[in-house]
């Protein structure tokens, strides 16, 4: 499968609250001590989110997704739905773009519009 196409799809169906924290942290250049002081949690506990080990109770899941400039329910999954739209796409795309070589976003864009 192409690189790109997997990259969206791994945004879309298997990222766990795991992946899309440590996801988000990659992206936003803070390292786990950071996150972890401004989203208001241990360190340890930070830890345990990121490996998958723990979620966090609601404040704090409000918390992290103010610091990470995204919403719980993204880190959760549920924006998610069975047919996806074009503002999911788009979101996405704006999410994971600058992960993509100008050669994968074109190839991206063929395979999800079909574009030859």
Do not use: W
Not at 12 to 17: D, E, G, H, L, P
């Amino acid at each position: 499968m192409d690189r790109a196409l997997y990259l969206f799809l791994k945004g879309v169906v298997i990222m766990s609250f795991s992946e899309r924290l440590s996801d988000l942290l990659s992206t936003s250049r803070m390292t786990q001590k950071e996150l972890a002081a401004r989203a208001c949690v241990t360190q340890s506990a930070m830890s345990h989110y990121i490996k998958g080990d723990r979620v966090p109770n609601s404040t704090t899941l409000a918390n992290l997704a103010t610091v990470l400039n995204t919403t719980s329910d993204y880190l959760l999954g549920r924006d998610m739905s069975d047919s996806i739209d074009f503002p999911n796409m788009h979101k996405l795309l704006a999410r994971n773009a600058n992960k993509l070589t100008a050669d994968e976003k074109t190839k991206l864009m063929k395979a999800l519009f079909g574009e030859e």
